[in-house]
């Protein structure tokens, strides 16, 4: 990992920190370099202001999901399904803590829209019951509505999991979201 990579980082686990103590709309630059341990013009050479950071942040968080996504066949099985479920999960769990800033009560509801988004282009929800006709439109709002609920679940388990395991999880959002398509 080269410099700028360590310094990058560093600077992230610094407005993280400060993120879970206030909103972000009150963290200086001055402050996150301090906690970082960088003069204030480090912080310039990599991020615009502390939107951008947090941009940045969230755009590596969608942007790995979307692989996650990518990698899972377009008409896939049950074992596809799991396994795509599973991924996504353990980079939930890597991420934790900042996927519960996000999605909190401070969070950026600007990231809960892209991540809905991001969970509605997932192949598992391609599958549907034939009996029921419904227009793109209708289809679409099902799809937001069932990926609203997934999110929330997936975020209430991260704050707090309340002994349930992420198999345990995994089993509950294959049972309520998708098995039933």
Partial sequence: MDKATRTK??????????????PVERISVREITEAAGFARGTFYLHYLDIYDLLDQA?????????????????DP????LIGLMTRLLALYERNRAQIVLLLGDRGD???RRKLKDQMKRMPIWKA???????????RDLMLGQT?????????????????VSAAEL????????????
């Fill in 9 to 22: 980082q560093k600077l992230e686990r610094a407005f993280w920190d400060l993120y879970a103590q206030k």
């Fill in 170 to 181: 995994l089993h509950l959002i294959y049972e309520s979201a998708i098995k039933r398509g």
């Fill in 77 to 80: 099985g049950k074992a596809d």
């Fill in 128 to 138: 549907h019951d034939p009996a029921l006709e419904l227009s793109d439109g209708e």
């Fill in 109 to 111: 509801a600007s990231f």
């Fill in 147 to 163: 990926a609203a609920g997934v999110i929330s679940l997936i975020s209430d388990w991260l704050e707090d999991p309340r002994g």
């Fill in 58 to 74: 969230e755009r590596a968080l969608l942007d790995e999901m979307g692989r996650c996504i990518d990698r899972c066949p377009s």
